[in-house]
């Protein structure tokens, strides 16, 4: 079992995505907490630089970029509805910005 510890702004993030995709978040963070490092396509994928992705979809993206900490914690660090297929560079800066911070 892995303890998931979220960022303030990504817990706002988070609240602020749409019903459906919220909901569907929810509960692949509650699979992450089960699962960890063991979760792999489609569901989460290495971004690089220690960052990974949570994938939700249906007619639009929502990810969530995190990263694992020491032991067997993980930060969740930046959520988000994605327009494009790759994902935002800015986005990747405030993931890293907030790891920083939790650090």
């Given at each position: 079992m892995f303890n998931v510890i979220t960022h303030p702004a990504a817990l706002n993030e988070l609240i602020e995505l749409p019903d459906n995709l919220r909901g569907r978040m929810a509960r692949l963070i509650e699979r992450l907490e089960q699962e960890g490092n063991k979760m792999k396509m489609p569901h989460s994928r290495v971004i690089g630089g220690g960052l990974f992705e949570l994938r939700v979809g249906d007619k639009n993206i929502a990810r969530t970029l995190y990263a694992y900490a020491t032991g067997n914690e993980i930060y969740l660090l930046h959520a988000f509805v994605k327009k494009t297929q790759k994902t935002?560079?800015?986005?990747?800066?405030?993931?890293?910005?907030?790891?920083?911070?939790?650090k």
């Open positions: 935002p560079t800015k986005a990747i800066e405030i993931a890293r910005m907030r790891l920083k911070e939790m």
